[in-house]
T-cell receptor, first 115, second 115 residues
Framework: KAGVTQTPRYLIKTRGQQVTLSCSPI?????VSWYQQTPGQGLQFLFE???????NKGNFPGRFSGRQFSNSRSEMNVSTLELGDSALYLC??????????????FGPGTRLTVL | AQTVTQSQPEMSVQEAETVTLSCTYD???????LFWYKQPPSRQMILVIR????KQQNATENRFSVNFQKAAKSFSLKISDSQLGDTAMYFC????????????WGLGTSLAVNP
């Protein structure tokens, strides 16, 4: 079974631009969670989608948004990029149920650099 | 608010020896779940072990075991017979129904296994 895939793997943007990251979960997984990982803050939860609905949300500004499609693939979008948005963005999928409770399977991440 | 603290940013151990990684957490909930995840260099995050708070018996997965002290709110990970492939960042995470059902992560411990 294929693992979680994320595209692109690396991205360089400038301040003020917007970016869209994509995540394809493991087949059969309907829950997709997004995390921002930085050396100083560690992993911080962005949001979780289940059956095309945002089920949970972290404490990030409205510039961070996401969506999930009927095939469970998910995208996250960051608008008006700031230098502090530079991070590794991780996507994780899990079986139906409570996302944090079930084992989360992580993708390799998208490394975003904002110049 | 729930917090997870990993007090050891970096640790090292000789191959074949035993090492213990510390994790403490703060919560007012009585039922919750604790996890250890491993992130090898340039590789994907994977689940190492999971503990349910209502279970008194410490979880074990092959060479990995935990020491769960509920009253002390402590959840340490013991790695026996350390192998070079254990070199990774290790993250402790907490999941409880009261924290809006999302994983709360520690900042991680970087473990180096030396030959």
């Amino acid at each position: 079974k294929a693992g979680v895939t994320q595209t692109p793997r690396y991205l360089i943007k400038t301040r003020g631009q917007q970016v869209t990251l994509s995540c394809s979960p493991i087949s059969g997984h309907r829950s997709v969670s997004w995390y921002q990982q930085t050396p100083g803050q560690g992993l911080q939860f962005l949001f979780e989608y289940f059956s095309e609905t945002q089920r949970n949300k972290g404490n990030f500004p409205g510039r961070f948004s996401g969506r999930q499609f009927s095939n469970s693939r998910s995208e996250m979008n960051v608008s008006t990029l700031e230098l502090g948005d530079s991070a590794l963005y991780l996507c994780a999928s899990s079986l139906p149920g409570l996302a944090g409770l079930n084992e989360q399977f992580f993708g390799p991440g998208t490394r975003l650099t904002v110049l | 608010a729930q917090t997870v603290t990993q007090s050891q940013p970096e640790m090292s151990v000789q191959e074949a020896e035993t090492v213990t990684l510390s994790c403490t957490y703060d919560t007012s909930e009585s039922n919750y779940y604790l996890f250890w995840y491993k992130q090898p260099p340039s590789r994907q995050m994977i689940l190492v072990i999971r503990q349910e708070a209502y279970k008194q018996q410490n979880a074990t997965e092959n060479r990995f075991s935990v020491n769960f002290q509920k009253a002390a709110k402590s959840f340490s990970l013991k790695i026996s017979d350390s192998q070079l492939g254990d070199t990774a960042m290790y993250f402790c995470a907490f999941w409880g129904a009261g924290n809006n059902r999302k994983l709360i992560w520690g900042l991680g411990t970087s473990l180096a296994v030396n030959p």
